[in-house]
């Protein structure tokens, strides 16, 4: 095999937790373009898995171009309505007919596979959500491109060819706000939303970090029906912001002020409640790559993709595969290599080129003081060859639903 093109160096900047003004976003699920997400991927995995069961391979599709129109609702004390539908397309391409080397001909489902993946996401992420009346779900799968078809043949390499030209990008570990940030979400839509059904799975949490004092605004839905009165509100919104400050505490011991749903004016009563739980009821529309990258955050402060990672093929499209992998690949060195405070790992792909063969990996180090590049190269480098190595399995956590995309 090819000797891999690795390169480690010096990051161009200092650590992300040592800058003076840090930035972090995360859009919760129920979030219009986490729905998005959320459904592309879900379909990514349920068609994966019925080509397997059907033909023995994953075939040629994508599903990363998912769109949402917002409906409209009538939310009330005690329990609104939805007016008018939430519409979501699951829209990209699928190959629904096949003919294997024996001549043997398939015809795939692939729409009806993919609603039904579509429906079960949402029934199980938004349970507010009446699958009957509040959304209308529709699928249009193209037939995927004769020459992008090809890199999926069955006698073809043990490692896929690249899709395309581009690259992904990982780091780690992540600074005290970003897991403030992503601990907060996960918690607003785990435990606390269990046992606290008022609160919508739409929450978004914006960190600002300036110096040693990090300032979470948190927009919460809150859903009508757990809600009888504008005192019960207020009461659910204080109830939000002191979990958040406790919590924030756990991942911190800098300075925490916590602000939720800034926009409610009680003297108006103009607040943030939905019949649904998602802001998707009433005007606000959503697509697929819109919101968080592969790992979970939006974070302006450190270099990002553009790709949508969520609903791509897993077997050789890049903008899925190296997103994942070069977090993955970042989370690895740090835990493995004494002396780094921030890291960061782009890995390129060039079309055609097998993927466990990138153009270049590029990871870029801050070290602890005392530690110098030369100290930590070699380890960095192990690694990095190593994960290369079994990219494929990337593939298969996938399909398994092991990997977060969003």
Known sequence: ????????????RGAVEDETVEIVERKGLGHPDSICDGIAEHVCESLARAYLDRVGEVLHFNTDETQLVAGRAAPAFGGGE?????????VGRATSHYVDDDGTEYDIPVESIALDAARDYLRENLPNLDLETDVIVDVKLGEGSGDLQEVFVEDGPDVPMANDTSFGVGHAPLTETERVVYETERSLNGAYGED?????????????????????TVA????????????????????????????????????????VNTADDYDSGSIYLTTT??????????????????????????????????????????????????????????????????????????????????????????????????????????????????????????????????
């Open 82 to 90: 939805v007016i008018e539908p939430i519409y979501i397309l699951v």
């Open 196 to 216: 606290n059904p008022a609160v919508g799975e739409d929450v978004k949490v914006m960190g600002k970090r300036e110096g040693d004092h990090i300032d979470l």
């Open 1 to 12: 095999m090819t000797e891999r093109n690795i390169q480690v160096q010096s990051l161009d």
């Open 220 to 259: 919460a839905a809150l859903v009508d029906t757990y809600v009888p009165n504008m005192e019960a509100y207020e009461a659910e919104i204080e109830a939000v912001r002191e979990h958040v400050e406790e919590l924030a505490g756990e991942y911190t011991d800098r300075d925490v002020t916590v602000h």
């Open 277 to 406: 739980g998602t802001s998707a009821e009433q005007g606000d529309d959503g697509s697929v790559g819109r919101g968080n990258r592969a790992n979970g955050l939006i974070t302006p402060n450190r270099s990002m993709s553009m790709e949508a990672t969520s609903g791509k093929n897993p077997v050789n499209h890049i903008g899925k595969i190296y997103n994942l992998l070069s977090t993955q690949i970042a989370e690895s060195v740090v835990a493995e290599v004494e002396g780094i405070r921030d890291l960061r790992v782009r890995l390129l792909s060039q079309i055609g080129r097998p993927i466990d063969q990138p153009h270049v990996a590029d990871v870029h180090v801050v070290t602890e003081a005392g530690v110098t590049i030369p100290d930590v190269e070699p380890e960095i480098r192990d690694i990095v060859d190593e994960e290369l190595a079994g990219v494929t399995d990337i593939t298969q956590r996938v399909i398994d639903g092991e990997l977060d995309t969003f």
